[in-house]
C-alpha cells in the first residue's frame, strides 16, 4: 500500500538523532520518519490501550496527536493506563497523557480534548486527521467513531481488549488498493450487544501494552507505506494459552461478516 502521508521537508536535528533507528529500519528509513513527523493521528481514548498507543506514536515521531477522552485518572486505572502516574489522580486524562508524550517526545504537537465523542460531534472532533485510531471501551462510541471515519474516509485502527483477550483489525471506508472494509462487516447493526466492563471481568494490564503496540504498528505502517496492515484481517490473541491467530474480514456487500 502506498504511503497515507507526504514526507514533511525536514526533521530538527536532535529528533534525526532521537528516532535513528528508524532509519536504518527497511520500510521506514529517514524518508519515512519525515513522513511521520508530518503525520496527523487522533486518538480516541487515553486509556488501557489508548496509553500505549499514544506513548508509542509519540516515541515514534509522529508529529501531531489529537487525544479525545472525558475521564480522569483513577487509582485503578494505573494497573494499566501506562501514561498516567499517582499524581495525575483527578487529573484529565487528556492532560495527562499530554504531559507523558511532552517528556518523551517535545517534537510532538498534542491537542488534548476533554469531550466525549458521540454521534453530533465525531465527524468535528475527527476532521482533519489523516487517520484515526479507536481505544473506546464502548460499543456504541465505536460504532460513532466508526461512521465518522467512514464518512471522511479515513483508516481507523481498530482494537479491543477483556480479559486475557483481545481483538485488533484496520478498517478503511475509502482504500486507496484493495476491497473496502467497515466496523458493521465484522459487527452487523444490532448483532453487537455491550461488552461488560473492565470492573466486572477484569483486564490483563499487560495485554494492553502488547495491543496497544500492535496498533501503533499498524498507524506506523499506514503511515510510511512499509509493510502490510491488517486491513480485511482480524488479528485475534489470546494471552492466557499465548496464541494467536487471524480470521480474514468480507464486505458485507459480497460475503456474510468475516470467515476462517
Known amino acids: 500500500m502506498q504511503p497515507l502521508v507526504a514526507p514533511a521537508a525536514a526533521l ?17 528509513g529517514e524518508e519515512g520518519q519525515r513522513r511521520l513527523s508530518a503525520a496527523r493521528v487522533t486518538v480516541v481514548g487515553a486509556g488501557g490501550l489508548g496509553s500505549p498507543v499514544l506513548l508509542a506514536l509519540a ?52 491537542h488534548p480534548v476533554f469531550e466525549r465523542l458521540d454521534s453530533a460531534n465525531a465527524e468535528r472532533l475527527l476532521a482533519g486527521a489523516d487517520l484515526v485510531v479507536d481505544t473506546s471501551d464502548s460499543f456504541a462510541t465505536r460504532r460513532d467513531v466508526a461512521a465518522a471515519a467512514e464518512e471522511l474516509g479515513l483508516p481507523l485502527v481498530w482494537g479491543a481488549v477483556q480479559e486475557w483477550h483481545a481483538q485488533v483489525t484496520v478498517f478503511w471506508s475509502t482504500p486507496p488498493e484493495g476491497e473496502s472494509v467497515v466496523l ?12 461488560p ?3 466486572q471481568v477484569g483486564v490483563l494490564g499487560a495485554l494492553c501494552v502488547q495491543v496497544g503496540g500492535m496498533l501503533a504498528g499498524e498507524v506506523i505502517k499506514l503511515v510510511t507505506g512499509a509493510g502490510e496492515p491488517l486491513l480485511g484481517r482480524l488479528a485475534m490473541i489470546d494471552a492466557l494459552t499465548s496464541r494467536q491467530h487471524e480470521i480474514s474480514i468480507r464486505p458485507a456487500s459480497t460475503a456474510s461478516g468475516v470467515s476462517a
Open 12 to 28: 530538527a536535528p536532535e529528533e534525526l538523532v532521537r528516532t535513528a533507528r528508524h532509519a536504518v529500519l527497511t520500510g521506514i
Open 59 to 110: 516515541a515514534a515521531g509522529v508529529g501531531t496527536l489529537t487525544v479525545i477522552d472525558d475521564d480522569v485518572v483513577e487509582l485503578t486505572n494505573l494497573q494499566r493506563q501506562l501514561a498516567h502516574r499517582v499524581e495525575d489522580i483527578g487529573v484529565a486524562k487528556t492532560a495527562s497523557a499530554a504531559r507523558a508524550i511532552a517528556s518523551l517526545a517535545p517534537q510532538t504537537v498534542v
Open 184 to 195: 458493521a462487516d465484522l459487527f452487523p447493526l444490532g448483532t453487537e450487544g455491550e461488552p
Open 197 to 199: 466492563s473492565c470492573a
